[in-house]
């Protein structure tokens, strides 16, 4: 539909412009106060805008048999006045300059809004040969250039990465600077190129003349070295080394060259786009509806991009959240609360320490499963458990859960789990193991499912005092130094046990400080 649309603009806009051009028909001048001769012509109002944004309008004056004249170009005929007292001609094109065709001159003016056309000719009696005319058209110039400027914003991104992109422009570049430096080195090659330009700039067009008479032979023209072999052969082979040495130094690596490249591509693209409007309203009318429309077509794939990312994640999170998390909060309150504890008395710090985690996962359901899934929590003392040769993890015995138990009972005050609730032990190590041994049938991977909810947040519960610290922090590795035992299905870090033998029999007993799991035998 959008196509359909633009695609009838352009038709009606081209028809329009050509019966415009097709009416346009010559104008006689009247003489309007001393040897100057004055015509008026209507233009198009500005709420036809859209209908003459690319149409390019010119006057057209032509005097036969009268090559000296000037021409004037205003708003109004006062303005006219003005121009022709202060002597302010209008620019008549290249020919007019040139001396190609003296009789013509093609002023370009704007589409809209009237235009006084004043023709003063210096020759007597040549007024009255003279007309003029209003041409309104279609510029396929402006056209092209808008099309290329919206091209070039549009898809400046994939042009910075794109490799034949980067070729053609680099190849186009060594051209130019091999032209440049061909230009340069025939001014050097001229004797006595100082007085030579010297005298260029005096005596005008005379100064070829005078070369031809002085020297026998002509300043090569740009016409004649765009048609010389050599001067071909010599663009022709730069093009090629810019070719190779853009292909050889191509990098789209780079974040910093594709951003400068994208960067001056979509600059480019706007003034471009800028420039083709016969408007001034209408260039910033067309650069702020193409940057629009380039934002606009940008969020909604940003957006649907992200709702697709979290409507995947989440909802399955939240459908299987509740049972997860009320079982790792019954598993953190056991705890707490203290298994072996006959009373299930603790820390009023502690009771409040978990309540609050508690609370801030309730209210943060998509925490726990995202973090949950990453790897273990930093540390500079915790290690994953042993691996075997295969790369697997390998189980920790039972034995030394049991032992680690004891070890945070005996800093808590309370008689050992294994010798309280033994069944409860082997239940519990028995659960790690079996799920330590599906990771390692899964392919080494740990295991996503986290018991307590602590962990996930970046907190560990310090059963000596009751309180949560941050993992990884001072506190953290302070502990972990002087041989602190971290727990991550529980969620704990407990002081070291106390040996009979003191010091010196803790340290036998092989686990060093951090080690996450110690053994349950103890140095007699």
Same mark, same amino acid.
């Given at each position: 539909?959008r196509?359909?649309?633009?695609?009838?603009?352009v038709?009606s806009?081209?028809i329009?412009?050509?019966v415009a051009?097709?009416?346009?028909?010559?104008?006689?001048?009247? &003489?309007?106060?001393?040897?100057?001769?004055?015509?008026?012509?209507?233009?198009?109002?500005?709420w036809?805008?859209?209908?003459?944004?690319?149409?390019?309008?010119?006057?057209?004056?032509?005097?036969d048999?009268?090559?000296?004249?000037?021409?004037?170009?205003?708003?109004?005929?006062?303005?006219?006045?003005d121009?022709?007292?202060?002597?302010?001609?209008?620019?008549?094109?290249?020919?007019h300059?040139?001396?190609?065709?003296?009789?013509?001159?093609?002023?370009p003016?704007?589409?809209?809004?009237?235009?006084?056309?004043?023709?003063?000719?210096?020759?007597?009696?040549?007024?009255?040969?003279?007309?003029?005319?209003?041409?309104?058209?279609?510029?396929?110039?402006?056209?092209?250039?808008?099309?290329?400027?919206?091209?070039?914003?549009?898809?400046?991104?994939?042009?910075?990465? =794109?490799?034949?992109?980067?070729?053609?422009? #680099?190849?186009?570049?060594?051209?130019?600077?091999?032209?440049l430096?061909?230009?340069?080195?025939?001014?050097? &090659?001229?004797?006595?190129?100082?007085?030579?330009?010297?005298?260029?700039?005096?005596?005008?067009?005379?100064f070829?003349?005078a070369?031809?008479?002085?020297?026998?032979?002509w300043?090569?023209?740009?016409?004649?070295?765009?048609?010389n072999?050599?001067?071909?052969?010599?663009?022709?082979?730069?093009?090629?080394?810019?070719?190779?040495?853009?292909?050889?130094?191509?990098?789209?690596?780079s974040?910093?060259?594709?951003?400068?490249?994208?960067?001056?591509?979509q600059?480019?693209g706007?003034?471009?786009?800028?420039?083709?409007? =016969?408007?001034?309203?209408?260039?910033?009318a067309?650069?702020? #509806?193409?940057?629009?429309?380039?934002?606009?077509?940008?969020?909604?794939?940003?957006?649907?991009?992200?709702?697709?990312?979290?409507?995947?994640?989440?909802?399955?999170?939240?459908?299987?959240?509740?049972?997860?998390r009320?079982?790792?909060?019954?598993?953190s309150g056991?705890?707490?609360?203290?298994?072996?504890?006959?009373?299930?008395?603790a820390?009023?710090?502690?009771?409040?320490?978990?309540?609050?985690?508690? *609370?801030?996962?309730?209210?943060?359901?998509?925490?726990?499963?995202?973090?949950? *899934?990453a790897?273990?929590?930093?540390?500079?003392?915790?290690?994953?458990?042993?691996?075997?040769?295969?790369?697997?993890?390998? &189980?920790?015995?039972?034995?030394?859960?049991?032992?680690?138990?004891?070890? =945070?009972?005996?800093?808590?005050?309370?008689?050992?789990? =294994?010798?309280?609730h033994?069944?409860?032990?082997q239940a519990?190590?028995?659960?790690?193991?079996?799920?330590?041994?599906?990771?390692?049938?899964?392919?080494? &991977?740990?295991?996503?499912?986290?018991?307590?909810?602590?962990?996930?947040?970046?907190?560990?519960?310090?059963?000596?005092?009751?309180?949560?610290?941050?993992?990884?922090?001072?506190t953290?590795?302070?502990?972990?130094?002087?041989?602190?035992?971290?727990?991550?299905?529980r969620?704990?870090?407990?002081?070291?046990?106390?040996?009979?033998?003191?010091?010196?029999?803790?340290?036998?007993?092989?686990?060093?400080?951090?080690t996450?799991?110690?053994?349950?035998?103890?140095?007699?």
């Amino acid at each position: 539909m959008r196509l359909r649309t633009c695609l009838f603009t352009v038709i009606s806009t081209v028809i329009c412009g050509h019966v415009a051009t097709c009416l346009a028909q010559p104008s006689s001048l009247v &003489a309007d106060g001393a040897n100057l001769l004055v015509a008026e012509f209507e233009g198009a109002s500005r709420w036809t805008a859209p209908r003459h944004l690319f149409t390019s309008s010119h006057i057209i004056v032509r005097c036969d048999g009268v090559k000296d004249f000037t021409v004037y170009v205003e708003r109004s005929r006062h303005d006219l006045h003005d121009a022709h007292a202060a002597r302010s001609g209008a620019w008549c094109g290249w020919a007019h300059a040139l001396n190609q065709d003296r009789s013509t001159c093609v002023a370009p003016v704007s589409p809209f809004g009237n235009a006084a056309v004043g023709v003063a000719p210096r020759a007597a009696g040549g007024m009255a040969r003279c007309t003029a005319r209003r041409t309104d058209a279609v510029s396929g110039f402006r056209l092209a250039a808008a099309a290329l400027g919206a091209l070039l914003f549009w898809h400046a991104p994939s042009l910075a990465l =794109s490799t034949p992109f980067r070729l053609t422009t #680099g190849s186009l570049g060594f051209v130019a600077l091999s032209a440049l430096i061909l230009l340069f080195v025939l001014y050097r &090659a001229f004797p006595h190129k100082k007085r030579l330009f010297a005298a260029a700039t005096l005596l005008g067009s005379t100064f070829l003349g005078a070369m031809r008479y002085l020297l026998g032979t002509w300043v090569p023209s740009l016409r004649s070295l765009a048609t010389n072999p050599l001067v071909l052969a010599y663009l022709a082979l730069s093009a090629v080394a810019g070719l190779v040495v853009t292909y050889w130094f191509n990098d789209t690596s780079s974040v910093k060259v594709n951003t400068i490249l994208r960067v001056a591509l979509q600059v480019a693209g706007l003034g471009a786009v800028a420039a083709s409007a =016969s408007l001034p309203e209408g260039a910033a009318a067309l650069a702020a #509806g193409l940057i629009a429309a380039r934002l606009l077509s940008r969020a909604p794939l940003a957006w649907l991009r992200n709702a697709r990312r979290i409507g995947a994640g989440a909802v399955p999170r939240l459908v299987k959240y509740p049972a997860a998390r009320r079982a790792s909060l019954t598993a953190s309150g056991r705890h707490v609360r203290g298994e072996g504890d006959p009373g299930g008395a603790a820390s009023p710090e502690a009771r409040q320490s978990s309540q609050a985690a508690a *609370a801030h996962h309730e209210d943060h359901p998509r925490s726990l499963s995202r973090l949950a *899934a990453a790897a273990a929590p930093p540390g500079p003392q915790a290690r994953p458990p042993p691996s075997t040769g295969s790369g697997a993890p390998q &189980a920790p015995p039972a034995a030394e859960h049991d032992a680690e138990a004891s070890s =945070s009972q005996a800093a808590s005050g309370g008689p050992a789990e =294994s010798s309280t609730h033994p069944a409860r032990s082997q239940a519990r190590s028995a659960t790690a193991t079996s799920r330590l041994a599906s990771g390692a049938a899964a392919g080494g &991977a740990a295991p996503s499912a986290v018991s307590s909810p602590l962990i996930p947040s970046g907190k560990v519960l310090n059963e000596a005092t009751g309180n949560l610290i941050g993992v990884g922090k001072a506190t953290y590795c302070k502990l972990l130094a002087e041989g602190y035992i971290l727990d991550a299905d529980r969620g704990t870090i407990t002081p070291p046990p106390k040996a009979r033998g003191g010091r010196g029999a803790a340290r036998g007993s092989g686990a060093g400080p951090g080690t996450p799991f110690r053994s349950s035998r103890r140095a007699s």
